[in-house]
């Protein structure tokens, strides 16, 4: 199995940047592609978001193209999203996912271990 927990969010002014981590626990963290959600409330859960299981292919939804970064360190046991150029809609709760699929996942069913989230607020 893998644990995740996110960390990094917080209150920031729009146009400012965040780089949330996902601190992962178990040996096949290397072996999983990891996605990055967001949901506000009310709001369905999205991806913003994916990465393989080695890092060389990356997949962004039209929310994050452009704007965010992501990354993972497997070392580490960690994935990283870079969020520069913040804006009020960005708010909602960020969570990290991990699939054993063998590519990226799209769909939140797609994804098995999931951490509790990270709230991340950007001001007007």
């Known amino acids: 199995q893998v644990q995740l927990v996110e960390s990094g969010g917080g209150l920031v002014q729009a146009g400012g940047s965040l780089r949330l981590s996902c601190a992962a626990s178990?040996?096949?963290?290397?072996?999983?592609?990891v996605g990055w959600f967001r949901q506000a409330p009310g709001k369905e859960r999205e991806l913003v978001a994916a990465?393989?299981?080695?890092?060389?292919?990356?997949y962004y939804t039209d929310s994050g193209k452009g704007r965010f970064t992501v990354s993972r360190d497997n070392a580490k046991n960690t994935a990283y999203l870079q969020m520069n150029s913040l804006k009020p809609e960005d708010t909602a709760v960020y969570y990290c996912?991990?699939?054993?699929?063998?590519?990226?996942?799209?769909?939140?069913?797609?994804?098995?271990?999931w951490g509790p989230g990270t709230q991340v607020t950007v001001s007007s």
């Open positions: 990465i393989s299981w080695g890092g060389g292919t990356t």
């Open positions: 178990g040996r096949t963290f290397s072996s999983t592609a």
């Open positions: 996912a991990a699939t054993q699929r063998n590519r990226l996942g799209y769909r939140t069913t797609e994804y098995d271990y």
